[in-house]
């Protein structure tokens, strides 16, 4: 099947709402008032009068765009904050997939652009933006598939030719040594399914109605027993509770950096 080419319209609509209402009143400033001071001759302000539905109807279609734009994002965020592991993580489509990510990204101060359609991307997912640099997003929604060194190596190609800051290969399941070394020697990080169940749980926004749960979701700013939320000995972040689900001290709960994977903070309770 072909695929649809990505209009103007779908671009607006994985933009933030703002944009669209900012690109419609321009727009529709444009042609409703630029135009007719151009436009002087008799018969170009003639047509320029003639434009001024076009300028209501651009402006009414960039309404209907922030509107969705704006119920995207709600609803996107409400299923953000409802993921309960790695298993609702795994049965997302990659549509979702991808969006989750965004989400995650976003709420770690990132400037998120998201494909609008399904395209031929180039290896790009994502974009993201944060303090002048520019990073790529590849997501792999595969279930339990490993995730092996050549789609790495790929995008590592598309860094450097796309001159980005770095990137973020982001997959739902594991990922093999052979591409964790790799990676580990160029400007990419690893995110696997487990290591992204963690990062949305400690990015979550809290329902107050919640309490804390044995998966370490927590509700509130401190544990169920109480306990004062301490910072990140390592970065200074806020923690999240958590249980250990495997090793040596699995079911034992402690407290784990915010910001994990990027940083691997623990403390004791």
């Known amino acids: 099947m ?6 103007v319209f779908d671009t ?7 944009v669209a209402v900012g690109v ?3 727009g529709y400033a444009a042609i409703a008032f630029l135009l007719p001071l151009i436009w002087t001759g008799p018969l170009l302000a003639s047509a320029a009068k003639g434009f001024a539905p076009i ?4 402006l ?3 309404a209907v765009a922030a509107s969705g734009s704006a119920l ?10 409802r993921q309960r592991g790695l298993d609702d993580v795994r049965s997302l489509s990659w549509r979702q997939f991808e969006s989750i990510v965004g989400e995650a990204f976003r709420r770690r101060g990132y400037s998120v652009v998201e494909n609008a359609v399904d395209v031929a991307d180039g290896g790009i997912d994502l974009e993201l ?4 640099e520019r990073f790529v997003v590849q997501c792999k929604q595969w279930k339990q598939q490993t995730v092996g060194v050549k789609p790495v190596r790929e995008l590592a190609g598309v860094i450097a030719s796309t001159q980005a800051a770095g990137g973020f290969f982001v997959a ?7 591409a964790r070394r790799f990676a580990s020697s160029v400007s990419i990080e690893l995110i696997d399914g487990e290591a992204l169940a963690e990062m949305i749980q400690g990015l979550q926004k809290a329902e107050p109605h919640l309490l804390q749960t044995s998966g370490g979701f927590r509700a509130t700013t401190t544990w169920s027993n109480g306990t004062d939320v301490p910072k990140c000995p390592s970065c200074g972040s806020e923690m999240v509770g958590r249980t250990a689900k495997r090793g040596a001290n699995a079911g034992s709960q402690f407290w784990g950096c915010s910001q994990y994977p990027r940083c691997r903070g623990t403390r004791a309770v």
């Open 24 to 26: 419609g009143l321009f």
């Open 12 to 18: 607006l609509l994985v933009l933030p709402w703002w």
């Open 129 to 132: 933006r944060k303090d002048g």
């Open 55 to 58: 300028g209501l109807f651009w």
């Open 2 to 7: 072909a695929r649809r080419r990505q209009s």
């Open 60 to 62: 009414g279609l960039c």
């Open 172 to 178: 739902s399941g594991r990922y093999t040594e052979e």
């Open 72 to 81: 995207r994002s709600f609803f996107i965020s409400r299923k953000f904050d």
